[in-house]
């Protein structure tokens, strides 16, 4: 996090929808929005040039759409924002490909204005995902599909099957370790571990991962 005010890019086709997001953050003492991009390959350069803290991305935009604007600023930048996919229909199949390339949650743009600025707030910090219940539902839906529960399953001590479940709540490694009864080394160690043993590369492919492979249906 950069300053003590978080700073946002905003990446949507509609002005209407910039100019509304805007009117909304910038009100916040705590927010600042610093740039805005209207298609995704914009967006991109943007992000590049300014280095925001978070980004909201709608994921249908001209050029290149927001999972591969996504896949191309994470790839790309050594220490990358934190970024929001924003659409309209929380069935979006865009939404799962976005979060699956390392967005760290979403919105839906009908989001109340108090939803979208907690969201920010949330993913700004480093060790909390945005997830849910309609991205939970899309990845049960993927997790159905699952035979059987993935050969690193077996891997996991079950500490550390709590972790991907706790993280799919939006707990932070402070509140993780609080739930757990673990000081935050513990909880740090748990997360890399699972990331490791998942293949993941962040947090939220940890927690898609967990829900394809069936790990979450068995929890409660």
Known sequence: MSGEQLRIVLADDER?????????????????VVGEAQTGAEAVSV????????????????DIDGI????????????????????????????YEALRAGAAGFL??????EELIGAVRLVARSDSVLFPAAVRALA??????????PAWASRLTGREQDVPR??????????IGERL??????????VAAVLAKTGSRDRTQAVIAAFEGGLMMRKS
């Open 166 to 175: 706790l993280m799919a709540a939006g707990l932070s490694n402070g509140e």
């Open 16 to 32: 209407m929808v910039r100019t509304a997001l805007r009117v909304i953050l910038d009100a916040e003492p705590d927010l600042r």
């Open 68 to 95: 591969r604007a996504t896949e191309q600023i994470l790839a790309t930048l050594s220490e990358p924002p934190r970024i929001v996919v924003v659409t309209t229909f929380e069935n979006d199949a865009y939404v």
């Open 108 to 113: 839906l743009k009908r989001a109340a204005a």
């Open 181 to 190: 009864g673990v000081g935050p080394a513990t909880v740090k160690t748990h």
């Open 140 to 149: 049960a839906e993927h997790a159905r599909r699952a035979p059987e529960l």
């Open 47 to 62: 992000v590049r040039e300014l280095r925001p803290d978070v980004v909201l991305m709608d994921v249908r935009m001209p």
